[in-house]
């Protein structure tokens, strides 16, 4: 029988990512080292804490360089507890940081072997980013933490550790809400994975967690900054939204319509027996389904990913949001491996990076059922 560690150094993509997470983190090293840190929003990160750790509570009076505290009380918590660790010194803070992306690289990694899509040498591309790199050691954005939280209840998501994931969504939401854009995905999985009972006690779970430069620059600016525009994309983002659910993740279960009609008539019946009603909704086991691992990763990085494409506004920490999906998403494109390639390394070696999304990423017909033409994202909603 073959030892444990034979086994581990017989498995190519696992003895490649060990690799890949020695090599980042000595680029990671030298980055800190030699590459000057970049003073965007740590000062204001800083006078926010220095604020609210001297007993201020209200909002409006937690005040930065950057204007007001704009984000919510977990990126305070967060904060706080890196001010009291590094003492708020940048390089201090450069090396949690740094431990941050490495952590966060792990996560990733488990969860593109746990779903096995992408060959071993393709995982390179989730540490090719020079933007990534400035996002986490260089510029210290709470996106880092946010999507280090996401990515890691995802991965609960992939052991059907429902409750648990969602109580670390609702932790990356409270650092910063763009994780939201998961959102809608999530919950899909959840009435997919769950009963009533238990959909409602994860969420729950959650709401206490809780308790406790541009995407459309090319767009003129009266238009960009108009109701009218804003309106558009959220429509457009629901109904993109509404055509993958129902074309794509819904496909077995004869499609959106047909889903919800089959969760209401369960609900339905249950509510006719108030006893088995209860027991259903207190139930212990309130997983009734086991759901296929890439089905969970695939829904969650779309549902994101179209968010992405419907948001307004996109900033250069914000490239965070979806970098690590990336290399997944076009592996499930039927596009050649060698085109797939190029379009990362293009962007990820920053040539591309301040290109808007919409110019670059190919909407592939896998993704997208209802005719997207190549080479655009300007697909008809």
């Not at 409602?200 to 406790?212: K, R, W």
């Not at 629901?238 to 889903?259: C, D, P």
Request: proline share 4%.
């Amino acid at each position: 029988m073959d030892s444990p560690i034979h086994k581990i150094f017989g498995n190519r993509k696992l003895v490649f990512a060990f690799a890949l997470i020695f090599v980042d983190a000595f680029l990671i090293s030298g980055i800190i080292t030699f590459i000057p840190y970049t003073k965007i929003d740590w000062d204001a990160y800083m006078s926010q804490v220095k604020g609210f750790l001297d007993g201020e509570r209200d909002y409006s009076n937690l005040k930065g360089d950057t204007g007001p505290l704009v984000y919510p009380a977990g990126f305070l918590y967060v904060y706080s507890a890196i001010q009291y660790i590094t003492g708020g010194q940048v390089y201090s803070a450069q090396i949690l940081f740094g431990i941050l992306y490495i952590v966060n690289l792990v996560i990733v990694l488990f969860i593109y072997l746990k779903t096995d899509l992408l060959p071993w040498w393709a995982l390179s591309l989730l540490s090719l980013s020079k933007r990534v790199h400035s996002i986490f050691v260089l510029r210290l954005f709470n996106d880092c933490f946010a999507v280090t939280f996401l990515h890691a209840a995802l991965a609960s998501l992939l052991f059907q550790k429902w409750h648990l994931g969602l109580i670390i969504f609702s932790v990356a939401v409270s650092i910063k809400m763009n994780v939201l854009l998961y959102a809608p995905s999530l919950l899909l999985l959840m009435l997919k994975a769950m009963n009533i009972g238990g959909v409602i006690s994860a969420l729950a779970g959650a709401a206490l967690v809780q308790v406790m430069s541009v995407n459309f620059k090319f767009v003129p600016e009266p238009i960009f900054v108009s109701k009218a525009f804003a309106v558009s994309l959220l429509v457009a983002h629901l109904v993109l939204l509404a055509a993958f659910a129902h074309y794509r993740w819904l496909k077995n279960e004869g499609g959106l319509l047909n889903f919800l009609h089959s969760r209401f008539v369960s609900m339905k019946l249950g509510a006719t027996g108030s006893s088995s009603f209860f027991k259903e909704l207190y139930s212990y086991n309130s997983t009734h389904k086991i759901l296929n691992e890439e089905h969970i990763v695939t829904t969650m990085f779309v549902g994101n990913f179209i968010g992405i494409l419907c948001a307004r506004s996109l900033h250069y920490q914000f490239y965070s949001w979806y970098f690590f999906s990336l290399p997944y998403l076009l592996w499930k494109t039927p596009f050649p491996t060698f085109f797939r390639y190029i379009n990362l390394i293009c962007r990820s070696g920053a040539l591309l990076e301040h290109i808007p999304l919409k110019h670059i990423f190919i909407c592939p017909a896998s993704l997208y059922p209802l005719g997207c033409t190549m080479g655009s994202l300007d697909c008809p909603s």
